[in-house]
Each structure stands twice: as structure tokens, then as C-alpha cells.
């Protein structure tokens, strides 16, 4: 379902898991979770400590492909509770599937990452899934802009 600190400030979303993280129970266990540990570590932070993980899907679908809408929209309400529970000061949608599930919209992710969006009262910053970057690194560099600028949310 998630992991972290139950009064983290950040909240972080993936997709949905994959075959490592369903048999752990834990998001972000594989090389996704590494690069993204490396990422926390950038902003002065790390897992379990003021930051909490969770993937829009709740369990890994077939093959690990990507979730599809009617897998997001069965697991909305489970992220929406998570969400309410720890009330976070900044929540970070990691790739397409999970910005599109939170805030119920469509469009790429280069789209929506140049928007600004609130769940409420919380902001949202949507920036490449960890495992996009590993295929991608030149992207790294504007995904840092994303996490400062969630940064500066939390004051």
C-alpha cells in the first residue's frame, strides 16, 4: 500500500508497482527506488523520514505494464485515504499514469508537468517516473526543477 512516515511532509506517487515491490510490500524496491533514493538524498532527505511512498495502483498488473484507468480508478479511493491521513505539505506525482490518476485529467506528461495543480489545498508538482529517468537521463536535470520547486512548497 505505501511506506514512509505517517507525518512526512512529502508524498510521493508512482504507477504501480512492480514484481519486487509487490513481493516486498514496499514501493520503490528495484533500480527505480535507487535512483529515487538518490534523488531524496539531493533534497536532504530520505525514505521514512518525512517522506511517504505509494503507487496510485496497489498491486502490480500483469506483466508489468502500466496501470491501466479502470485499475487507477478502482484504487483512487486507498490513495485518496493515504492522502487524508498524512496530510502532507507537498505531494510529487511520479509519470503520466500517476498525475493522471490523482488529479483526474487528462494530457501528456510534459503537458501537465508545466501546469500547476492542487489536490485541495495541496499543491501537486508532476515530474518523470524514477524508471523513465534510468531510460532517459537527459531528463534529470528539468526533473530536479520539479523536486526544488515541490521544495519550495514545504518550506
Request: glycine share 10%.
Amino acid at each position: 500500500m505505501g511506506s514512509g512516515d505517517p507525518n512526512a511532509q512529502w508524498f510521493f506517487v508512482g504507477e504501480g508497482p512492480g514484481e519486487e515491490e509487490n513481493s516486498s510490500g514496499k514501493p520503490f524496491m528495484g533500480p527505480a527506488g535507487q535512483l529515487l533514493d538518490q534523488m531524496l538524498r539531493s533534497l536532504g532527505l530520505q525514505r521514512d523520514v518525512g517522506v511517504y511512498l505509494t503507487n496510485a495502483v496497489k498491486c502490480a498488473p500483469p506483466q508489468n505494464r502500466s496501470p491501466h484507468a479502470l485499475e487507477c480508478s478502482a484504487c483512487l479511493p486507498f490513495l485518496q485515504q493515504q492522502i487524508a491521513l498524512i496530510q502532507p505539505k507537498v505531494i510529487v506525482a511520479l509519470g503520466r499514469v500517476a498525475a493522471q490518476s490523482l488529479l483526474g485529467v487528462d494530457g501528456t506528461l510534459s503537458a501537465l508537468r508545466e501546469q500547476e495543480h492542487r489536490l485541495g489545498s495541496i499543491p501537486v508538482v508532476v515530474t518523470w517516473h524514477p524508471s523513465y529517468l534510468i531510460r532517459s537521463p537527459v531528463d534529470k536535470a528539468r526533473s530536479w526543477e520539479d523536486l526544488c520547486r515541490a521544495r519550495g512548497f514545504v518550506g
